[in-house]
């Protein structure tokens, strides 16, 4: 009965990812630079919190949205930290994750033959849903641009078919972000078109040289802000996001939400109100971290002669394989591992344009990290 499957879907691919880490993840004695999961437990109080809701017997159904309580404190939560205004009750919907708040944007938004760009190399959860909706993923090549996503790189691609333009920052999977000025350039050139920017800020409370901006503070009317509480709080199986739109789009986008999963679970939901209150800081601690591993790594990476950019936020470097190793991204990543039982994301799971690069993620400790560097160092000594 294959044959009857929509072409669409089989023309898809299993995240390169998640089809490495499956590939390697059995090996004894494996250090893994590979998902881009915090290694932090999500917080205690957050933890009592869901835990008390399961004992309260709160396991039903709410809104559809999520409860009047969490969309207060998430609009509370982007107002205090990112100047962002929306209203509880109309424009912000609690999604299963990030991710399913994506895919009901794009559904909402996309129709047959329109166009979105892309950065590439970028994270591959995006391009299958639009391919799905059979909108055209149209990517732009920014390994000449420092990876970072400016009007300058973007305009070339703009034609009347575009639809709508992906704004992951910070970034995965190089890590770099956009500055308040960049954001303006893009919100002012688009303010007279019909365009829609899908802004995926998933990762704002991770940013370590500059204070996240959100490009809605500029271009609310057209833009969709994508968030949630995975790399924040840790809280990546709890699976609780957050879309946040104008109400004349949030609207449509609760009808598919609605038909798509009813609500997001509920006992996450309220763990995820005493994270986004109680909690509010609660990423304050990681970031810190986070800083200390990225200055180590950066230095370890630099010393090693290897080319990359010191990523503004995130956890991830994006690290170009030396032109001496004459392998591509995914043979380098399988000899490496197979060698050192280090294990990298080879950088063609992000587009063709991560071809001839590897992601390494640095959330995980500090020994873990030394460890793994030091089996790579000697990898590439090899080469020399």
């Known amino acids: ?52 809701a399961i004992e309260n017997d709160f396991t039903s159904y709410t809104h559809n949205a999520g409860t009047i309580e969490l969309r207060k404190a998430a609009c509370e939560f982007v107002e205090k930290k ?45 391009e299958p849903i639009i391919r799905m909706m059979g909108a055209v993923p149209i990517h732009v090549d920014l390994r000449e641009n ?19 333009i992906v704004l992951p920052y910070p970034s995965n999977p190089t890590g770099v972000s956009l500055s308040e000025d960049e954001l303006k350039d893009i919100a002012n050139f688009l303010k007279d078109k019909d365009i829609f920017v899908l802004a995926d800020e998933i990762y704002s409370e991770l ?13 609310k009317e057209k833009t969709i802000v994508i968030n949630g509480l995975s790399k924040s709080h840790s809280m990546t199986g709890w699976r609780i996001g957050f879309l946040f739109a104008p109400e004349n789009i949030t609207k449509h986008i609760l009808k598919v939400h609605q038909y798509n999963v009813s609500c997001a679970n509920s006992i996450a939901q309220k763990a995820a109100l005493e994270a986004l209150t109680v909690g509010i800081n609660d990423a304050s601690a990681m970031k810190e971290e986070y800083v200390i591993r990225r200055d180590y790594v950066f230095h370890r990476l630099t010393s090693m002669g290897l080319d990359t950019v010191k990523p503004d936020g995130a956890f991830y470097f994006f690290v170009k394989i030396p032109e001496t190793i004459p392998l591509n991204s995914f043979d380098f990543a399988i000899k490496l591992v197979n060698e050192t039982k280090v294990a990298v994301v080879p950088g063609s799971a992000f587009s063709e344009f991560g071809e001839g690069y590897f992601r390494l993620s640095f959330a995980c400790s500090m020994e873990t990290l030394e460890n793994g560097l030091d089996r790579m160092e000697q990898f590439l000594n090899t080469w020399k």
């Open 207 to 219: 940013t370590y040289d500059q204070k996240h901006t959100s490009i809605a503070r500029f271009l």
């Open 1 to 52: 009965m294959e044959h009857l499957v929509n072409n669409r879907v089989k023309d898809i691919e299993i995240s390169g990812i998640r089809k490495f880490f499956n590939m390697v993840s059995h090996m004894d004695d494996l250090i893994s630079f590979t998902i881009g999961q915090p290694d932090f437990p999500t917080p205690e109080h957050v933890k009592k919190a869901g835990i008390a």
């Open 82 to 126: 990112y100047d962002l205004e929306y209203k509880a009750d109309s424009e912000i919907i609690v999604t299963v994750g990030a991710s399913e708040a994506i895919d009901i944007a794009f559904r909402t938004i996309l129709a047959e033959g329109t166009e979105v760009i892309l950065p590439g190399p970028i994270y591959p959860g995006y």
């Open 146 to 164: 420092q990876f970072r996503f400016t009007l300058e790189v973007i305009k070339p691609f703009i034609t009347e078919k575009t639809r709508c």
